[in-house]
């Protein structure tokens, strides 16, 4: 696998969790990494525990003019890692039918606009400059049918995976690849895991897809899902 040297990626929701993995696991393979997060305090905790050129930028991912404002800060961004949205914990389990549509608009604005607005905003350089990298990172529950009453999350992550699947093919000619990752149940998620490989996926297990699609040599994969998931059936 080549390096990330002289690559700038910036990480969005990299404050914790599996962003923080994301970001550790670009910046090992040499990148100049952006840790974004809604909260400067915990983005500057991570850039500052990465150490080297790391920088942390803190902005609101469902804030468009915030978006383009910290991306102008950040300067040209190669590699753009969509990883900011609320996990399929921080949604009240209900039945759609029962659910609040007062509180609809929260969940899919950040797990489907923020990674509009994200992309919309990478790609202007990323297409004028003819190299560029949008890894976005979902769900199995945006590709299959799972009862455990999460479909508001399921369809925000669907629109989302549908995006990277359009846009790849936007943008494939200008030197830009779009992927996203299908996410199994990750250790901040309460419960058992039962998967082929009998553990619960981490940070640096994410970070390890995103930092092989973010080189040179995965430049023919655009437009796929790619299961992390422990080997969940689907």
Request: net charge negative; hydrophobic share 45%; charged share 15%.
């Amino acid at each position: 696998m080549t390096t990330l040297g002289g690559r700038t990626a910036l990480v969005t929701g990299a404050g914790q969790g599996v962003g923080r993995g994301i970001a550790r696991a670009l910046a090992e393979q040499g990148a100049d990494v952006v840790v974004n997060d809604l909260f400067a305090d915990r983005a500057a905790e991570v850039a500052a525990e990465i150490g080297g050129s790391a920088r942390a930028i803190a902005f609101d991912v469902t804030d468009l003019a915030a978006v383009q404002a910290g991306f102008a800060e950040a300067g040209p961004v190669d590699v753009l890692v969509n990883n900011a949205g609320i996990p399929s914990a921080g949604f009240p389990q209900v039945d759609f039918k029962d659910s609040d549509p007062e509180l609809w608009a929260r969940f899919v604005d950040l797990n489907l606009y923020g990674v509009m607005n994200c992309t919309h905003t990478a790609l202007q350089g990323m297409c004028e400059r003819g190299w560029g990298r949008v890894i976005t990172i979902a769900s199995e529950a945006g590709r299959v049918g799972l009862p455990i009453r999460v479909s508001l999350y399921g369809a925000a992550k669907a629109g989302a995976i549908g995006l990277m699947k359009h846009v790849a093919h936007e943008v494939g000619s200008m030197g830009v690849t779009c992927n996203a990752l299908a996410l199994g149940s990750m250790e901040n998620v309460p419960g058992p895991a039962r998967y082929p490989i009998p553990r619960k996926g981490t940070g640096a297990d994410v970070g390890a897809t995103c930092a092989f699609l973010a080189t040179d040599g995965a430049e023919w994969i655009t437009g796929q899902v790619i299961g992390v998931n422990g080997g969940a059936v689907t």
